[in-house]
């Protein structure tokens, strides 16, 4: 099964500077120039990090999304972690989009977003990419240009094409008919659990009627894990695993949607897919990279075996990369 991934494709760069941010010693009251002690630029955006996360599987993704003229050496890691890039736009005029975030010694943060080319994803059609490798298994819609999302969407329902609902930090500035739009009829919708409220409030739905829309709603609750809710089912918990040391969370809710997804493409149930998710996720929290996290299948291996049994771990195992 060919798995194509729609969202953002963006670089980031975090600066930290000395001070509060909040009481301005940070920003030095005024001056022209602040001095950052540190700056870090990573490559990222929602659907790069999915795609990325497949790839390093073997899973070969078809990643969508619009990118700028200043693409070519992201576009190259991309492609040796397995990312087919066939979908990917290239804007003639604008760089690929951009965040930059500011954060003080005391975790205040001022984030500074540039789309950049990202609106151009609207001309995206998944239809061609289809057509030449016999038809996609699976489509997930990640968080990037919200018209394009919908737009998404829809061509799936249209060609019968399943798809994963994932809006992310979109969801706040959805509509409610953007929202209805976006989620109904997913095989996969995927909230953070502080999310779930807002998704209740935009589309109108509870939960049961949620339930009656999505074949499987992912609930992600960060370190007490993973809910899994299908409807007539209990609700399936799947325990986290614990992060040997506390990161950056920028990407680990990415990782464990490849893991999750992958596991569904390899036909495991979905407490085996969330359970590889939950470990993908402790590896990209532990190591500050939404894609470049360690992918090392006897360490995995072992924290999955103690997490949640042998059973497990011996599954997982047989198709982690060597």
């Known amino acids: 099964m060919r798995v194509a991934v729609t969202g953002a494709i963006a670089t980031d760069q975090v ?10 010693t940070a920003m030095g009251r005024g001056a022209a120039a602040v001095r950052a002690e540190t700056l870090h630029v990573r490559r990222g955006g929602a659907g790069a990090n999915i795609a990325v996360g497949l790839g390093r599987l073997a899973l070969r993704p078809l990643l ?7 693409f070519a050496d992201y576009g190259r890691d991309l492609q040796s972690y397995g990312v087919d890039l066939e979908l990917v736009h290239v804007s003639e005029e604008l760089d690929t989009a951009r965040a930059v975030e500011i954060r003080d010694t005391e975790d205040g943060r001022l ?26 298994g699976l489509v997930v819609v990640a968080a990037g240009d919200i018209e ?3 737009r998404h969407t829809e061509e799936c329902r249209r060609l019968g094409i399943p798809f994963a609902a994932d809006p992310g ?27 779930v409220p807002l998704l209740r409030e935009l589309t109108g739905w509870g939960d049961a009627e949620l339930l ?13 894990g993973v809910a899994v809710l299908r409807r007539g089912r ?15 969370p920028s990407g680990t809710a990415e990782a464990f949607r490849a893991g999750y997804l992958a596991g569904a493409v390899w036909g495991w149930s979905a407490e085996r897919g969330a359970q590889l998710g939950c470990a993908l996720a402790a590896a990209a929290l532990e190591s500050n990279d939404a894609q470049g996290y360690p992918l090392m299948r006897e360490r995995l291996t072992a924290r999955i075996r103690c997490t949640y049994g042998p059973e497990a771990a011996d599954q997982i195992a047989a198709r982690l990369p060597s």
Not at 117 to 124: D, G, K
Not at 212 to 224: K, Y
């Open 15 to 24: 600066l930290t500077v000395a001070g509060r941010l909040t009481d301005g």
């Open 64 to 70: 969508a999304g619009a990118v700028g003229k200043d």
């Open 111 to 136: 984030r500074l977003s540039y789309d950049g080319a990202q609106p151009e994803s609207r001309r995206i059609t998944l239809l061609p990419a289809a057509r030449r490798i016999g038809g996609l």
């Open 148 to 150: 394009a999302m919908v």
């Open 169 to 195: 930090d979109r969801l706040s500035r959805l509509t409610g008919r953007q929202a209805r739009r976006l989620v109904d009829g997913a095989r996969y919708a995927f909230t953070d659990e502080f999310d």
């Open 212 to 224: 009656n829309r999505v074949g499987t709603w992912v609930v992600t609750r960060g370190l007490r």
């Open 234 to 248: 209990p609700a399936n918990r799947v325990e986290a695993v614990r992060a040997a040391q506390g990161g950056d």
